[in-house]
């Protein structure tokens, strides 16, 4: 394994934060931490950053305990922003850049394209205090993988990111994946995480509830849900004979059926009441999965734009 935890414990002021987490990363994927916010997860990259030390347990990159001297060779974006504001965007791209010893013949070339890509190249010789937040996410980002780390670590990486936005980041993501970098990300979206991820540890109060390879664990939980797109008052779905639980949303519905449950007959009633234009019998979102996992009630969970939260 590429990166792996072993059994760290962390403590503050005598409360547990992280407790004997275990996860391995994978050389070439891209990884997922998901979870509630105060979940753990910022603690965990901290500990892996070596910012913070674990109070018990082992962290290992390519079978050699973490220190200082790794950092050159890690993208690191902190859930926590922090950019020079009086500098030019091209300014404080060269100046991180050279922080991580990244070659000068080689980072105006990869600064122009990085600009290009993200739609920045406009703002160049603007001052980063002039960005929107968006933008500022984006050159965060840009500053985070522009010196070629072998392993890229993002915290709420898609935080004040646009629907546009979300999409130019994850593009990028699955290149730096395809070139063979490892991705580790933290996320309180359900959904982005679904659609990006290869492995997910799911944390809940500091302990890993479940962990795998995405498929491996969707099909842990069976082909028990369906998804139903209607117009109409819904509510009604939820006292079928047959459906465990329900999650509705403005025009669709998640519902868990129960073991013996016919999906055709949830059909069949929902098209008598209402005009339904999608059903689909699906494994369970990793949403529901969590939900379901880690005990967290529905109506307790923020869901925000971008994503369902929890």
């Known amino acids: 394994m590429y990166l792996m935890l072993d059994n760290i414990t962390k403590r503050f002021d005598g409360k547990v934060a992280v407790q004997d987490l275990s996860l391995s990363v994978p050389r070439g994927v891209i990884y997922g931490m998901i979870g509630p916010n105060g979940a753990g997860k910022t603690t965990t990259i901290r500990m892996i950053m070596n910012i913070t030390a674990p109070d018990a347990g082992r962290i290992l990159i390519d079978g050699r305990e973490v220190d200082g001297s790794f950092r050159d060779h890690v993208g690191y974006l902190p859930e926590e922003r922090g950019l020079y504001?009086?500098?030019?965007?091209?300014?404080?791209?060269?100046?991180?850049?050279?922080?991580?010893?990244?070659?000068?013949?080689?980072?105006?070339?990869?600064?122009?394209?990085?600009?290009?890509?993200?739609?920045?190249?406009?703002?160049?010789?603007?001052?980063?205090?002039?960005?929107?937040?968006g933008m500022a996410q984006k050159l965060q980002f840009i500053t985070t993988i522009l010196h070629e780390p072998d392993l890229i670590i993002l915290d709420e990486l898609f935080s004040g990111l646009d629907p546009l936005n979300i999409e130019l980041v994850k593009d990028a993501l699955m290149d730096l994946k395809r070139e063979g970098k490892t991705i580790l990300f933290s996320t309180h979206v359900m959904e982005q995480a679904e659609k990006l991820c290869d492995h997910i540890c799911m944390i809940s109060l500091g302990r890993k509830v479940l962990d795998g390879k995405i498929g491996e664990v969707k099909a842990k939980f069976g082909r028990n849900s369906v998804q139903i797109a209607f117009e109409g008052d819904g509510q009604f779905l939820r006292a079928l004979p047959g459906v465990s639980e329900m999650t509705e949303f403005n025009n669709y519905a998640e519902i868990r059926l129960a073991p013996d449950a016919l999906p055709n007959a949830i059909l069949k009633a929902a098209a008598e009441r209402l005009s339904v234009y999608r059903f689909e019998v699906m494994q369970p979102s990793l949403y529901d999965i969590f939900i379901d996992t880690a005990k967290v009630s529905p109506v307790e969970s923020q869901r925000e734009e971008g994503g369902r939260h929890v």
Do not use: N
């Not at 009086?86 to 394209?113: C, H, N």
């Open 85 to 133: 504001k009086k500098m030019t965007l091209r300014e404080v791209m060269k100046y991180l850049a050279d922080l991580k010893g990244y070659p000068a013949r080689k980072s105006s070339q990869a600064i122009s394209f990085w600009l290009e890509r993200m739609g920045l190249k406009e703002y160049e010789l603007r001052k980063v205090e002039e960005l929107s937040k």
